[in-house]
RNA sequence: GCAUCGGUGCCCGAGCGGACCAAGGGAACGGCCUGCAAAGCCGUAAAGCCGCGGGUUCAAAUCCCGCCCGGUGCUCCA
């Protein structure tokens, strides 16, 4: 039974989708008013697994994640680049994107935009207003949080806990009514990108679009809604009161990932200031990032650095090594092992255990590497088909760096190999040994197997 | 201040009342293999009284109370 912390209750509740058999998955994309960070990575990265192994478990997976390209923001840098809003969303948001592929994250089922959805954006707006949920000033449509007795529900605070600390970063806007209170359309600036509404011209606040889209194209009471706990106040806190404000059933589970800590000075300074993911992913596979996201429970703080990448790199190595192993054993086909995959699952199971699955698999492949190594072809064959399964559902594409391009300098490198196998049958160790110095430097490692010597780039 | 998550070995990091499992990964050391390596396998580490102090329990890293330290949130940040 899969389970997850949801967090407005705080408990590990058993997942029960709307639709037996069906999960539909809604989490909160970028701003694209800059280039994307590690945050961004680990949160989509964190989603990418969630879909990936409720597709694995057989649900038929509908997901969804927004793109924000309006926002005060983009606004405001597009101001400052003296461009302009579209124009700055739309190569951010192709930033975004190709950074994620570069990630092997599969895409979402929808990636709705913001400004394609003004419209399903008014009409909840005006609802909330029929229904005296809201309410308009000059400065635009406020949500009444005071109409809403459970508001608050999601970050565990009474309202009025919260308006202790309301205004404590922003001053609090004359026109509410209520500190707590929210826009949910703000009225049109000058020279600002606007919509027309019956409020007059504007654009929509920000938590309103998550409403719109996600009931929109999941539906009332759909199955899971997250993002990064940053996102918990009080963007989805608002979210559910705008839903619950219509009498609409919303997210029935809520699942939040935690924060990216880059450990200050020390990793940026020696590695030279990676601060963007594409900076990481510069210097490190992307899988390795995935790896160590992987290997950390998606709920918890995370550090990224240099040497946890590094970590996570050498560990990587290890499954590429085994995966060009099996690949070169010529295995007989075969199906999984049944056991591994049950503690796989039972891990998965309990809330995306990924530290436990990846265990899981580290454990088969020792259990594989010793089956070759003593020459059980069933065994290892099992093995090794459970490993690139499982790996598969993490989104762990495994062997020899991943990559299909031939080696540029592969027939001299063979042929140099050629010659130290020649010199060593010949006995000649130091000439072999020198030639393989030489590579060495080159950053090619050998190794001689039973049936001759192969090279990988280490 | 309030809310929330956390403080586990050299490093990262599981664990959610009870099994000689404190997982898995990285690093180190020893052994096997190898002409020597690499890869792989095996093993080891006075390496932690699982932040500190109490408590509950036959039994606690795991539950409760207090304290210390860190992250995040407290209006537009994944």
């Known amino acids: 039974m899969l389970r997850f912390t949801d967090s407005l209750t705080g408990d590990k509740t058993d997942f029960v989708p709307r639709d037996p058999g069906k999960a539909s998955v809604y989490w909160c994309g970028p701003t694209v008013y800059d280039l994307p960070h590690l945050g961004h990575a680990r949160s989509t990265l964190a989603f990418d697994i969630l879909v990936r192994y409720l597709r694995w478990s057989g649900y038929e997976v509908c997901s969804a994640s927004n793109i924000t390209d309006i926002d005060d923001k983009i606004i405001a840098r597009a101001a400052e680049e003296d461009s302009t809003e579209p124009e700055l969303a739309a190569r951010f948001e192709r930033a975004f994107i190709d950074q994620m592929d570069l990630l092997n994250i599969a895409h979402p089922d929808l ?16 609802d909330l207003v029929d229904r005296e949920m809201a309410y308009t000033t000059d400065s635009g449509v406020y949500f009444a949080v005071d109409r809403l007795p459970e508001y608050g529900a999601l970050v565990h605070r009474s309202p009025e806990e919260l308006r202790e600390g309301a205004g404590a970063r922003v001053d609090v806007d004359d026109d509410k009514a209520d500190p707590l209170d929210f826009a949910l359309w ?25 409403v719109a889209m996600s009931l929109d194209l999941l539906g009332d009471g759909f199955d899971i809604h997250g993002g ?26 809520w699942v939040h990932n935690g924060m990216v800590q880059v450990g ?44 946890t990448l590094d970590q996570a790199a050498a560990a990587l190595g290890r499954l590429d090594t085994f995966a060009d192993r099996i690949g070169q054993a010529d295995l007989p086909p075969s199906e999984p092992d049944p056991g591994v995959v049950e503690r796989f699952r039972s891990a998965m199971d309990d809330d995306l255990g990924t530290p436990a699955a990846v265990a899981v698999i580290f454990d088969a492949v020792r259990d594989a590497n010793r089956a070759i190594d003593i020459e059980d072809e069933t065994g290892a064959a099992a093995l090794a088909s459970t490993v690139t399964t499982l790996a598969s559902v993490l989104g762990l594409g495994l062997g020899s760096r991943g990559s299909s391009a031939p080696d540029p ?5 063979d042929a140099m190999v050629a010659d130290r196998s020649a010199a060593k049958a010949a006995g000649d160790y130091a000439q072999a040994d020198s030639i393989r110095e030489a590579l060495t430097t080159r950053g090619i490692q050998l190794e001689d197997t039973p049936a001759g010597t192969t090279w990988r780039r280490a």
């Open 409 to 413: 300098e592969a027939t001299e490198i």
């Open 228 to 253: 990064g706990d940053d996102l918990i106040f009080p963007h989805h806190e608002n979210e559910r009161a705008e839903a619950l404000g219509c009498e609409r059933a919303f997210a029935t589970h």
């Open 111 to 126: 990636r709705p935009r913001a400004t394609e959805y003004v419209e399903q954006m008014i009409a909840v707006v005006a």
């Open 186 to 210: 703000k009225a049109a600036k000058e020279g600002e990108p606007s919509w027309d509404s019956p409020w007059g011209p504007g654009r929509p606040g920000w938590h309103i679009e998550c």
């Open 264 to 307: 200050g000075e020390k990793m940026s300074k020696s590695l030279g200031n990676f601060t963007t993911l594409g900076d990481l992913l510069e210097a490190w596979d992307p899988r390795a990032l995935r790896l160590l996201v992987l290997q950390t429970h998606y709920r918890r703080t995370m550090e990224i650095g240099s040497d």
